[in-house]
T-cell receptor, first 115, second 113 residues
Framework: QQQVKQSPQSLIVQKGGISIINCAYE??????FPWYQQFPGKGPALLIA?????SEKKEGRFTISFNKSAKQFSLHIMDSQPGDSATYFC??????????????FGRGTQLTVWP | DTAVSQTPKYLVTQMGNDKSIKCEQN?????MYWYKQDSKKFLKIMFS???????INETVPNRFSPKSPDKAHLNLHINSLELGDSAVYFC????????????FGPGTRLTVT
């Protein structure tokens, strides 16, 4: 079963627009929610992450919004640029505990930013 | 300075063969992972090691055997390769035993013909 559900599968945005990718989870034991960015032919790289004690985290043009009661979190990319074109993965982890280091990934969103 | 390196980058082999993928990290991390990314880009953890101790062993056929000679290296040996093993395999490492920031290698694209 898919522990983390991600949508949309693909997203096309014009340069300067806002890209929004959504994720949902069921397991209330999850307490760490990272987003990874993957360019073709490369490994995923951590973009930004949040823990459930805050509802929002911003780093430059990238913002995570977190809704604990709805068990949803989303990535917002402001002023999207062609260089942002990549596959984005949300993930979740129970953090410390018996499943140490286990990241459950969403299925990815292919973002294309048109110039 | 490559943080997490994998060799080879590409591996093309025939069904039934045995092959290995090597991974090394120079970050001083004590936890290493193997992930499989299928043709639809779905990433799934296979194994994780902490200080050479197996921590996570997902439902992976026992044809796959990880080996960690020291905490900087985690190799993946695959016996009797099957067509369904074709995928990109990523090694990753992290500083802490929990899901801290994981650094991924560049991947090994395995094609079984």
């Amino acid at each position: 079963q898919q522990q983390v559900k991600q949508s949309p599968q693909s997203l096309i945005v014009q340069k300067g627009g806002i890209s929004i990718i959504n994720c949902a989870y069921e397991n209330t034991a999850f307490d760490y929610f990272p987003w990874y960015q993957q360019f073709p032919g490369k490994g995923p790289a951590l973009l930004i992450a949040i823990r459930p004690d805050v509802s929002e985290k911003k780093e430059g043009r990238f913002t995570i919004s977190f809704n604990k009661s709805a068990k949803q979190f989303s990535l917002h990319i402001m002023d999207s640029q062609p260089g942002d074109s990549a596959t984005y993965f949300c993930a979740a982890s129970p953090g410390r505990g018996s499943t140490l280091g286990r990241l459950y990934f969403g299925r990815g969103t292919q973002l294309t930013v048109w110039p | 300075d490559t943080a997490v390196s994998q060799t080879p980058k590409y591996l093309v082999t025939q069904m039934g063969n045995d092959k290995s993928i090597k991974c090394e990290q120079n970050l001083g991390h004590d936890t290493m992972y193997w992930y499989k990314q299928d043709s639809k880009k779905f990433l799934k953890i296979m194994f994780s090691y902490n200080n050479k101790e197996l921590i996570i062993n997902e439902t992976v056929p026992n044809r796959f055997s990880p080996k960690s000679p020291d905490k900087a290296h985690l190799n993946l040996h695959i016996n009797s390769l099957e067509l369904g093993d074709s995928a990109v395999y990523f090694c990753a490492s992290s500083q802490l035993r929990d899901a801290d920031e994981q650094y991924f290698g560049p991947g090994t694209r395995l094609t079984v013909t």
